[in-house]
């Protein structure tokens, strides 16, 4: 949303394509960010496990985190998940992954 402002006139088609499903999303991030990750009055300590820790457990993901991992087809040999019978989400990832190796290839 910020960078459709940004970067396109309200003239141009994208802008006027995208505009009315981006209206409103930023002030309701900003309102979102100030309640759901608010430290001692985190929403989410309500179903996550994590609690008002969340920016530790995020911290701790991040110290692991790798570009590697967003190769879709490595991740998923990694896990282990790409012999499974009928696994959707993989399915799904990789057909979104060919899509955009199409797209910027």
Excluded: C
Aim: proline content about 6%.
């Amino acid at each position: 949303a910020v960078a459709v402002y940004r970067n396109l006139s309200s003239s141009h088609p994208m802008f006027r394509l995208l505009q009315p499903h981006i209206q409103g999303i930023i002030p309701i991030n900003v309102q979102a960010r100030g309640t759901l990750v608010n430290p001692g009055r985190n929403i989410l300590s309500s179903y996550l496990s994590g609690g008002d820790n969340l920016m530790k457990v995020f911290s701790n993901h991040y110290k692991e985190f790798s570009y590697q991992n967003l190769i879709i087809p490595e991740e998923l040999k990694r896990r282990g998940v790409e012999e499974i019978p009928g696994y959707l989400l993989r399915d799904d990832l990789l057909s979104y992954w060919e899509i955009l190796g199409r797209y910027t290839g």
